[in-house]
């Protein structure tokens, strides 16, 4: 995974300066007639993303084939913000900011495509608890409401580096017709299963360090080391530096 992480930063160098057009020949887009009768439909088109280390590269490369407009969440970081945002804009026509459902909604019914991500934890609040293998897990609500403003049909967006270093493998795929079903957390259940069965075929290449199982349910035993660890370090450094 960590390896994958070094690659997926090389690439981000690609995906925001390279022509994507010289990489073309690397491409292999599975799935691209499901996109197009789900676009037929004049509903608007969720491409339901995961974060996969070969995102921005993967939307560049997507980009020649689909006018998506991606959702993304403003980094805390200044200066990468500057250059992710400046970046991308040269790549999408639109792009969304991820508390700003009017602008989702308008281009849904304007029949335009969004690409979203439903696979971070945001906290119990927003989200119900469904298994992600295996494990109960903070899951948003806003796909099924997301679909249920415009109609939209929903089409998975996965995309993998090839292990032979041949190129890139662009999947789309239908969900089920059926969603969403009005039940949060069977809706929850369905997505987080897609998801999963997308991540399984090439688990090394998922972001597994943006801690998905953050938010535990009820007494569970957490995952992740407790924040107030850094903390209490932070806070001996500086104290051994005042003394010094």
């Excluded at 929903?154 to 292990?163: G, Q, V």
Aim: hydrophobic fraction near 35%; proline fraction near 5%.
């Amino acid at each position: 995974m960590f390896i994958s992480h070094g690659i997926g930063f090389i690439e981000l160098g690609l995906a925001w300066w390279k022509n994507p057009e010289d990489l073309r020949h690397m491409i292999k887009i599975d799935g691209l007639e499901q996109f197009e009768e789900a676009h037929k439909k004049n509903k608007g088109v969720i491409l339901l993303g995961a974060h996969f280390t070969t995102l921005d590269l993967a939307g560049s490369l997507l980009r020649q084939y689909i006018d998506v407009d991606p959702m993304y969440r403003k980094a805390k970081n200044p200066v990468f913000e500057h250059f992710m945002k400046i970046n991308r804009e040269k790549r999408f026509t639109n792009l969304i900011e991820r508390s700003d459902i009017r602008s989702v909604l308008r281009a849904l019914k304007s029949g335009r495509t969004i690409w979203y991500a439903a696979d971070q934890d945001y906290g119990a609040k927003v989200s119900v608890f469904a298994p992600f293998f295996g494990i109960p897990a903070a899951s948003i609500k806003a796909t099924s409401r997301f679909a249920k403003m415009n109609d939209s049909p929903i089409i998975m967006f996965s995309h993998y580096r090839n292990d032979d270093g041949s190129g890139y493998t662009l999947r789309l795929q239908a969900i089920p017709e059926n969603y969403p079903s009005g039940d949060d957390v069977v809706d929850a259940t369905l997505i987080n299963n897609i998801l999963e069965n997308a991540i399984r075929i090439q688990p090394d290449q998922y972001m597994w360090t943006h801690k998905r199982f953050k938010t535990k349910k009820n007494d569970a035993p957490g995952l992740y080391p407790p924040r107030t660890r850094k903390r209490k370090r932070s806070r001996h450094i500086n104290q051994t530096q005042n003394k010094s």
